[in-house]
């Protein structure tokens, strides 16, 4: 494969945004991506894909911390239930948790 803009020379990488084959003179590293040099559009297009990708992994995170959230709060909930005399404190904080619960199953389902 042959560079874009030189034909003579040989493609040294392709770039991520526009797949054109590019000499090492035209490509430029830009947060572990290969691009054209000097390209802000090529800039801006990695920086929306990399936006993209941390707000997927936070979504992740946060459907994981209610999970756990959820099964601390529905195991607190659900010993009262077993000879407490307040049983409705402990019915509340279980419903809590059986809602954190189906919470964190939404967010890790995105």
């Given at each position: 494969m042959k560079c874009y803009n030189h034909n003579d020379r040989d493609a040294f990488g392709i770039s991520l945004v526009t797949g054109k084959g590019l000499c090492g003179e035209c490509l430029e590293e830009y947060k572990s991506c290969i691009i054209e040099k000097d390209s802000d559009f090529s800039k801006k297009k990695i920086d929306q894909l990399m936006i993209g990708y941390s707000t997927i992994n936070a979504s992740k995170f946060i459907g994981k911390l209610f999970i756990v959230i959820g099964v601390i709060f529905t195991l607190i909930g659900i010993?009262?239930?077993?000879?407490?005399?307040?049983?409705?404190?402990?019915?509340?904080?279980?419903i809590f948790g059986i809602f954190c619960l189906l919470m964190g199953i939404t967010y890790n389902k995105k």
């Open positions: 010993i009262p239930l077993f000879g407490s005399e307040n049983q409705f404190s402990g019915l509340f904080v279980g």
